[in-house]
């Protein structure tokens, strides 16, 4: 399997990165499935290897992940110090506000998690386990972070601006995503009914919910979902000031005409859905995060003013 280094292109501050004090920069990592599991049993270490090993699981990818896991974060506690390493769960904006980089260590739901506390921070995202994962949001591995963490110390790194997305609801911010929303209703048995209005025009919509991505979540599910207008799919860059909405498995009937099924926002415009639903219909923020989006209420998509500040090492 190819493995995603930290060589990704250095497109800003290549020369001109200031060095990173360690004691501000914070790891906010997932937990592995091993250790959720522990959780969920009420076991320890221990008591679960046992189980596993008695069954004859002793080959088991979770297990063989957790200890992989476990000796390359045992490997940066000694370069960084264990006070700097904080499980997701204890990380919140507040304590992220008191760093100057935050480390993603995880996937790609976990960094899409950590971004939406990061504010204005810059961020580095480390796929924790790239044999079982794609990381295709992640710029280098778990045995590459020390190797980061050095770059940080000697300012060899470069800034990544990506755009993200703001939303309002009913005039009040609500949040932001850096890969993609859904709207629409949650239970997909149910069909997601909306208007949708941007500058020049307005479309009554029926399907399985409507999707906006900015070129990171370009490559991801927006791309599935839009199979029917890009057969190839349609990447963007991740720090295109831009933002494409599909509509899923789009209804057309005799009531409803195929109008404004995809589209694009770009900086300073703004696409407007009022929900028409009859259930419990939300926002859904990058898949870890939802609002409700009730009947009769109006949702505004945006680029939002303050880009993700995403942070590799120089080639």
């Avoid at 990165?17 to 076991?43: H, N, T």
């Avoid at 088991?60 to 110090?81: A, C, D, T, W």
């Avoid at 470069?158 to 995503?177: H, K, P, Q």
């Avoid at 009730?294 to 303050?306: D, E, F, I, M, N």
């Amino acid at each position: 399997m190819e493995v995603t280094t930290c060589t990704g292109a250095a497109k800003q501050m290549r020369d001109s990165a200031p060095a990173i004090d360690l004691e501000k920069v914070l790891v906010v990592r997932r937990l592995s499935r091993f250790e959720l599991q522990q959780r969920e049993l009420g076991c320890s270490e221990a008591e679960l290897e046992a189980q596993y090993l008695q069954v004859g699981a002793g080959t088991n990818p979770i297990l063989e992940s957790h200890r992989y896991f476990m000796k390359q974060l045992h490997n940066l506690e000694r370069v960084l110090g264990a006070a700097r390493i904080v499980a997701r769960e204890n990380a919140d904006a507040s304590l992220l506000a008191k760093h100057d980089v935050i480390v993603s260590l995880g996937g790609d739901d976990h960094f899409k998690y950590v971004a939406q506390l990061v504010g204005d921070k810059m961020i580095a995202a480390v796929n924790s386990d790239p044999w079982r994962s794609d990381g295709a949001l992640t710029s280098c591995t778990i045995e590459q972070l020390p190797q980061l963490i050095q770059a940080l110390a000697e300012g060899a790194y470069s800034v990544e601006n990506w755009s993200r997305l703001d939303v309002s609801l009913n005039g009040n911010s609500i949040g932001s995503a850096i890969s993609e929303i859904r709207l629409g209703e949650d239970d997909v048995d149910d069909m997601s009914h909306h208007r949708i209005c941007d500058q020049v025009q307005c479309a009554e919509q029926k399907g399985s919910g409507l999707l906006v991505a900015t070129g990171a979540g370009s490559t991801g599910w927006i791309k599935s979902a839009g199979r029917y207008q890009f057969p190839d799919g349609n990447p963007f860059d991740r720090t295109e000031k831009m933002a494409r909405y599909i509509l899923r498995e789009p209804h057309e009937g005799r009531m409803l005409k195929k109008e404004m099924w995809f589209g694009e926002i770009h900086d300073g415009q703004s696409l407007t859905v009022e929900s028409l639903d009859n259930g419990d219909a939300v926002v859904s923020f990058d898949a870890v995060r939802q609002v409700p989006f009730p009947r009769g209420s109006k949702v505004s998509v945006s680029l939002a003013a303050t880009p993700l500040r995403v942070l590799k090492m120089q080639e």
